[in-house]
């Protein structure tokens, strides 16, 4: 089942998604898969195959917010530009926050997707 908003929370290890609509939150885990390239230990290779797999979970929710700490977020914006544009288009906003519990995630992104809806609105004339 797919919702229309998810609230994203990701770190370079870990990753929580929340879909939610006016009853009901689902929630999906992701985790980092520790390995390492042969060429200088790197983990480069671990950490992009970890923000394909963030990115395997946001497939068919329309507009999510992406939260986590200013590394983490542009780190995964960094992947999303270069190597998943299709999801960037769904990304509407990116909000700095550090490990939050899922209730206040979606807290969070209720109030922002209330105010963005908002701002979408005509504005009236008075």
């Known amino acids: 089942m797919s919702l229309f908003h998810a609230v994203a929370w990701v770190d370079h290890h870990a990753a929580q998604v929340f879909q939610f609509d006016a ?3 689902l929630a999906q885990q992701v985790r980092e898969h ?4 042969r060429q200088h230990g790197s983990s480069v290779r ?3 195959e970890f ?3 963030v ?3 946001l497939k068919g929710i329309t507009q999510v917010l992406v939260t986590g ?7 995964f914006r960094h992947y999303v530009e270069k190597h ?5 288009g769904q990304i509407v906003g990116w909000e700095t926050a550090e490990h939050m519990s899922a209730n206040e995630l979606v807290a969070l992104a209720r109030r922002y997707f209330s105010v963005h809806e908002g701002m979408a609105a005509p504005m009236k004339a008075g």
Do not use: I, K
């Open 34 to 37: 520790a390995r390492y390239t």
């Open 46 to 48: 671990s950490e992009h």
């Open 84 to 88: 998943r544009p299709e999801v960037a």
């Open 23 to 25: 009853s009901q939150v």
């Open 51 to 53: 923000f394909g797999e």
């Open 69 to 75: 700490s200013r590394m983490a977020q542009a780190d």
């Open 55 to 57: 990115c395997d979970a």
